[in-house]
């Protein structure tokens, strides 16, 4: 995969067995799991209120950046343009 994004959240996926699919990342809304991230972008925290369950989460978060998801799962957050 391969997507330019105005933003791009990560956060750990509290429903992974800890081994597999352990990175959620929210793509201007639209969410995937992938297994490992590597961001070489700037970066800033946020927090969001997540209504369907009622909790605040937190994450690092890039804006206007291009990420490639590879075979592996592996996710690359470089700086767009």
């Known amino acids: 995969m391969n997507k330019q994004v105005n933003l791009a ?17 929210v793509l ?3 969410e995937i ?19 369907a369950i009622s909790k605040f989460k937190h994450h690092i978060s890039v804006e206007r950046c291009h990420i490639h998801v590879d075979e592996a ?4 957050i470089t700086a767009g343009e």
């Open 9 to 25: 959240q990560i956060r750990y996926n509290t429903d992974s067995n800890g081994c597999d699919q352990c990175w959620r990342l």
């Open 33 to 51: 799991l992938v297994e490992a991230v590597n961001i070489q972008a700037p970066v800033f925290t946020s927090r969001d209120w997540i209504e």
């Open 28 to 30: 201007d809304g639209e």
């Open 73 to 76: 799962g592996v996710a690359l």
